[in-house]
């Protein structure tokens, strides 16, 4: 079992960066791959970005694409997302999420974790 508590959202203005954090406990996190999703209000769970376990692997949403980078560190057990040249879309709640069964997944199904969410706010 794993629990994943996010931190580090905000609000910024456009073209602003943060970095998300997400902790968990559990002695399985080293072994499991993990994800960043996000849902905006009237939108569905988008994913954004994925990790795999060792860190070796990447994976990135379009929209994000050359500005976000998630990455990794398992002695610490967490993950992060910098988000730089933030925009007013992506304005959303960010969750972290972990899938102990698959190698790098973008879909809600795969992952078996999820954290509470933490809100990011761009303005223009």
């Known amino acids: 079992q794993v629990q994943l508590v996010e931190s580090g959202g905000g609000l910024v203005q456009a073209g602003d960066s943060l970095r998300l954090s997400c902790a968990a406990s559990?002695?399985?996190?080293?072994?499991?791959?993990m994800g960043w999703f996000r849902q905006a209000p009237g939108k569905e769970r988008e994913f954004v970005a994925a990790i795999t376990w060792s860190g070796g692997s990447t994976y990135y949403a379009d929209p994000v694409k050359g500005r976000f980078t998630i990455s990794r560190d398992n002695a610490k057990n967490t993950v992060y997302l910098q988000m730089n040249s933030l925009k007013p879309e992506d304005t959303a709640i960010y969750h972290c999420?972990?899938?102990?069964?698959?190698?790098?997944?973008?879909?809600?199904?795969?992952?078996?974790?999820w954290g509470q969410g933490t809100q990011v706010t761009v303005s223009s």
């Open positions: 559990g002695r399985t996190f080293s072994s499991i791959a």
């Open positions: 999420a972990g899938a102990g069964s698959y190698w790098l997944p973008v879909n809600t199904t795969r992952y078996d974790y």
